[in-house]
Structure formats: C-alpha cells, structure tokens
C-alpha cells in the first residue's frame, strides 16, 4: 500500500486532470483523511466507506477521501490499481456534487439500492 504522503500525491495528480467546470461550487475542496471509515450498516463490520460527498453543512460543499479505508479494501493493489480505485471513487463522488447542484438524487437512490442489497444478502 502506498503511503498517506504518496496518496495525495496521486490524488492531486488525479484532481489536476478533471476538468475545471466540476470544482463549481465545490468550495471546500477534496480533502484526504488518514482514518478508517467505517459504515454502521456493515452487518460483519466489513464494509468501508472510501468516499464521500459533503453538502449543507457550515463547511460547504466537499469530497472526502478516506486513506485508511482505501488501505483496508485495496491495500494488496499496485499503485496503479489503486489509482484506478480512486478515479472511480472520486468519479463516483463527483458525480454525487453534479447532481446535488441539478436537483437530482440518481446516484443517491442507487447508492440506497445497493446498500439494500448487501443487506438483504448478509443475512
């Protein structure tokens, strides 16, 4: 697994290639924390939150990464493996900011979906 240092690197590196017309009103940025995030749904305490799109609150609008969950689900990765995970992930959250600001809740209601899902085939 890379280290902090060496993933914000890349996350900067990633962040510079978007196109500036996503950053719009994310004024708090992307910010990377070193914890481990954990979902309370996880039934086997196995499910990990990587990402998440902040909205509505006295910070602003903000995606946080979350390092030490990246290196609990994908710590075995390569570094290029793992810079795919993050593009994903940063898509994923971006994605969330573009429809906050449209009024929309796609991604929203697929995230609850999926989350139902594992759920249902925990039990």
């Known amino acids: 697994m890379v280290s902090l240092d060496e993933m ?16 719009n009103k994310l004024n708090g940025g992307i ?8 979902n309370p749904k996880g ?3 196995d499910l990990y939150i990587l990402g998440q799109y902040h ?16 290196n609990r689900v994908y710590g075995y990765l390569d570094k290029e493996g793992l810079r795919d995970r993050l593009i994903d992930t940063l898509k994923h959250e971006f994605i969330h900011h573009l429809e906050s600001l449209a009024g929309e809740r796609d991604l929203e209601i697929e995230d609850q ?3 139902a899902r594992y759920l249902r085939d925990a039990d």
Do not use: D, Q, W
């Not at 914000?8 to 950053?23: C, D, G, Q």
């Open 8 to 23: 914000e690197e890349m996350l900067n590196e990633i962040v510079a290639t978007f196109p500036k017309a996503l950053f």
């Open 113 to 115: 979906e999926n989350m």
């Open 31 to 38: 910010i990377l924390l070193p914890e481990v995030k954990r």
């Open 43 to 45: 039934k086997r305490n």
């Open 55 to 70: 909205f509505g609150g006295g910070m602003g609008r903000y995606i946080s990464i979350y390092y030490g969950s990246f």
